[in-house]
């Protein structure tokens, strides 16, 4: 069975920082792109960072000079640096990522970690 696993939420003071991982498991053969993606009450579910196999990364323009996304191909994990979190960062982060499996590609989700940013 495949799976993605966040961890690394949590309640963080204004101007603190986190870091989320998530790990894919399962019978895997590669991952192409990985991303956050992060859904606040009452609001749509955005991309918050993404990054291919080859290390490229995009950032919604809210993120950008205080998030940093990773990855450890290695350990079919990526990474989340929150730094300089503002309470506007409360939400739920959800990991996806695009998998080659042996048996055909699956875009799966994480269940979500919770960041909560108290001002």
């Known amino acids: 069975q495949v799976q993605l696993v966040e961890s690394g939420g949590g309640l963080v003071q204004a101007g603190g920082s986190l870091r989320l991982s998530c790990a894919a498991s399962?019978?895997?053969?590669?991952?192409?792109?990985m991303g956050w993606y992060r859904q606040s009450p009452g609001k749509q579910r955005e991309l918050v960072a993404a990054?291919?196999?080859?290390?490229?990364?995009n950032y919604a323009d809210s993120v950008k000079g205080r998030f940093t996304i990773s990855r450890d191909n290695a350990k079919n994990t990526v990474y989340l640096q929150m730094n300089s979190l503002k309470p506007e960062d409360t939400a739920v982060y959800y990991c996806?990522?695009?998998?080659?499996?042996?048996?055909?590609?699956?875009?799966?989700w994480g269940q979500g970690t919770l960041v909560t940013v108290s001002s």
């Open positions: 990054i291919t196999s080859g290390g490229s990364t």
């Open positions: 399962g019978k895997i053969f590669s991952i192409n792109a």
């Open positions: 996806n990522a695009d998998l080659l499996l042996w048996t055909g590609s699956l875009n799966t």
